[in-house]
């Protein structure tokens, strides 16, 4: 089971001391007020690092435990080709899912309604706290990089990087919905772990991240294909062998960008309308 790791920024007085300081006094725009918030909810992150690695440990299990079994690719390269990039878009589905625990402890002590009665604008407390999930999405994704490049992984910097992009708005997408769900769920706080525990494993699974489903039978098959995560892992497997110009990367860049929408359209509407 994932576990959140909740990170404090103070009690419900110093969260709004720290939000009217970082706040312009002046006029100010959506954009000044999603950077504001973005480098508030960046904060906790840079003076506790660890969170971001302790996010990590469910992917890493998957890596270290499933990649001995896979068979090698049937031009003799590394099976880690294939399962890397899969890992990658394991980890931002994990980190991104359940971040919207940080906004549900923010209601619960009162931050979050303080937050509501400062001068920023409603749609960029969604906006820049799903900004934020960019940040520890790319430092993961680095690590597991880094991690398996000694251990026969072929490393195509530019395929990297364009997947990186790729992934930037799927993370965004996922934790706007997240966020999102903590709003809905505010009063039944079970509600938000019952609902991204159901949903994290079955769209995992049905992206193909741990195994192919080439061999599938047909309603696997068409579940896959409903599921855009599966688009999104293999553009980055693509990408990740080098391959930026392939179709599928394409179709991986359309269904993050639908994803990033839909988490944008839902979320901002449930922050706007939150009490």
Same mark, same amino acid.
């Given at each position: ?52 690695? =302790? ?5 890493? =299990?998957?890596?270290? &435990? ?16 294939? =399962? ?12 991104? %899912? ?13 931050? @979050? ?37 000694? *251990? %026969?992984?072929?490393? @195509? ?21 997240? $966020? ?48 855009? &995560?599966? $688009? ?7 990408? *990740? ?8 990367? &394409? ?25």
């Amino acid at each position: 089971m994932t576990t959140a790791t909740i990170t404090e920024t103070g009690g419900p007085t110093d969260v709004a001391r720290e939000a009217d300081a970082d706040a312009p006094t002046g006029r100010t725009t959506l954009l000044t007020d999603t950077v504001t918030v973005f480098v508030r909810e960046l904060r906790p992150m840079l003076r506790d690092p660890f969170s971001v690695i =302790f996010s990590m440990i469910q992917p890493l =299990f998957f890596l270290a &435990l499933f990649a001995p079994l896979l068979p090698k690719a049937d031009d003799g390269g590394s099976a880690l080709q294939w =399962f890397v990039p899969g890992i990658v878009v394991m980890s931002c589905l994990f980190g991104t %899912s359940m971040t919207g625990s940080n906004l549900l402890f923010e209601i619960q002590t009162g931050s @979050h309604e303080r937050m509501l009665v400062t001068p920023l604008r409603r749609p960029a407390l969604l906006l820049g706290r799903a900004l934020k999930e960019i940040a520890p999405t790319f430092v993961q994704a680095l690590i597991i990089v880094v991690i398996c490049v000694p *251990f %026969s992984f072929d490393l @195509h910097v530019g395929g990297v990087l364009v997947g990186l992009l790729i992934l930037s708005l799927l993370c965004v997408g996922l934790g706007a919905l997240s $966020y999102a769900l903590a709003l809905a769920s505010a009063q039944q706080t079970w509600l938000f772990w019952a609902v991204q525990q159901t949903l994290l494993f079955p769209l995992l699974l049905l992206a193909g991240v741990l195994l192919p489903l080439d061999d599938a039978p047909g309603w696997l098959k068409a579940l896959s294909a409903a599921n855009p &995560l599966s $688009y999104v892992v293999d553009a980055e497997r693509r990408l *990740f062998a080098g391959e930026v110009l392939a179709a599928d990367t &394409l179709w991986g860049l359309l269904a993050a960008g639908a994803v990033a929408a839909l988490g944008l359209v839902v979320g901002t509407r449930a922050m706007s309308r939150a009490s």
